[in-house]
């Protein structure tokens, strides 16, 4: 009875590692973009004779846009350079928080964040410079060790798992215990000890120590790396009048077919042990299909509600963004931030005016009003534009105007976006009649 036990633990405990395994798969596929995920799912159908892999067939003459047929132009859709990993932690940043002291602080701990995700610094000289209390720094730390990739703004290897295993519902239980109390014992393979210490057969330890092995000791590696010549689009946006409707691209939809003639054949003839093969091959091909399915199925939900955010600049390309910040998506799905900022980084959305990249609809507010700072622009540019040349409006008028408005902007802040438009000063855009 004993034996039975330990032995429907241990399986309980290889399921509980092999869930892990898949979930951990299941989120990399859904930060990958097309191209990275058409190279994953390339690689997997080589080991799995199963997999027949029908990668997006590219059409760089015409492509449909509702009922029309325009020409697609994939120069533009070329992107200007990989995205860094300072610029993917700054970028979060400005997604998820206001502009108060621990963001800035964050900003500053960022700078010291090398390519590896590690973060290198003096603790007290930057309280020093900043002027910031203990307690503060480690709140800023708390926050910037929570962004995206897991893992980063560590300071040493331990921390660095640790962080990654905090975050994964589906660590083994002690794993994150093993790391903290006994790094030194896993690093120099005291697995033995390990055991006897902590209660544990030989075989749950051994599960421990390949989940650990699974973690990511660099967490800032495979930023900056080269790009896909052009974008695929993952989706498309139709406009009819006044009426939006999102849809999946399929020309970059990826594909699977099941190899069935070659598993009909194989299975007739099969002993026990090729059964099982195939039985396996089999599982992981319908697990690998649901996956991309669900992959598919999320970003498509994240962009309908892109779009219900940003309805009036998908009507109107002049118009402005609204305030849009990665937990307001995340709320409304139910869905960690993390998911969203998965499903919009490297994933573009096409329409009829140009192909945009999802993490380019957030917006962050410019103050506690429902106020962006591309909306107050758009209101500058339109205040100009109907103002009598003879008596042109001031900037302290427009911070009025923006005030009556519903927008509170400083006058400085309004000659700071009026610059950004190339717009010159009211005394320069006087006309005498």
Not at 312 to 324: C, E, I, T, V, W
Not at 376 to 390: G, R
Request: aromatic content about 8%; hydrophobic content about 35%; charged content about 30%.
């Amino acid at each position: 009875m004993k034996f039975q036990q330990g032995y429907s633990q241990a399986q309980q405990q290889t399921q509980k590692l092999a869930m892990t395994q898949k979930l951990q798969q299941a989120i990399q596929m859904l930060q990958y973009n097309t191209e990275e995920l058409r190279d994953y799912v390339e690689t997997v159908s080589l080991e799995n004779p199963l997999i027949e892999v029908v990668a997006p067939k590219i059409r760089s003459d015409l492509t449909m846009m509702g009922n029309r047929t325009e020409k697609t132009d994939f120069i533009g859709q070329i992107p200007d350079q990989h995205e860094s990993l300072f610029e993917y932690l700054i970028n979060q940043i400005h997604l998820n928080y206001r502009d108060t002291f621990l963001r800035k602080l964050m900003l500053v701990l960022v700078e010291y964040v090398d390519i590896n995700g590690y973060l290198k610094i003096d603790e007290d000289e930057i309280k020093l410079e900043m002027g910031a209390t203990d307690i503060q720094l480690l709140d800023a730390l708390t926050l910037l060790q929570q962004l995206d990739p897991p893992g980063v703004g560590a300071r040493d290897l331990q921390e660095c798992l640790m962080l990654q295993t905090e975050r994964d519902d589906y660590a083994p239980d002690l794993a994150y215990l093993l790391l903290e109390e006994a790094f030194d014992k896993i690093a120099n393979h005291r697995f033995e000890q390990i055991g006897k210490e902590y209660n544990l057969t030989m075989v749950q330890v051994q599960e421990i120590i390949d989940y650990i092995r699974s973690l990511n000791p660099f967490p800032g590696a495979g930023f900056g790396e080269s790009v896909p010549d052009f974008i695929i689009p993952d989706l498309s946006l139709i406009r009819k009048e006044d009426q939006l409707e999102v849809l999946s691209n399929k020309r970059g939809q990826l594909k699977l077919n099941f190899n069935e003639s070659y598993f009909m054949r194989l299975e007739q003839q099969a002993d026990a042990e090729t059964k099982e093969y195939l039985k396996e091959k089999f599982q992981q091909y319908e697990w690998l299909k649901r996956t991309i399915g669900q992959r598919k199925d999320t970003i498509l939900e994240v962009g309908k509600l892109i779009v219900k955010y940003q309805r009036p600049f998908f009507l109107d390309k002049k118009g402005a963004l609204k305030p849009l910040m990665l937990k307001d998506i995340a709320k409304e799905l139910e869905v960690h931030e993390s998911t969203i900022s998965r499903a919009v980084n490297g994933k573009y959305i096409e329409t009829d005016f140009g192909v945009f990249e999802l993490r380019s609809f957030f917006v962050n507010k410019i103050s506690d009003e429902d106020t962006s700072a591309d909306e107050v622009k758009q209101l500058i540019k339109k205040f100009i534009d109907e103002e009598n040349k003879n008596k042109p409006l001031s900037d302290q008028k427009i911070a009025d105007m923006l005030k009556t408005n519903g927008q509170k902007v400083s006058r400085r802040t309004v000659a700071k976006y009026r610059e950004a438009l190339g717009i010159a000063s009211s005394s320069k855009r006087r006309r005498f009649d």
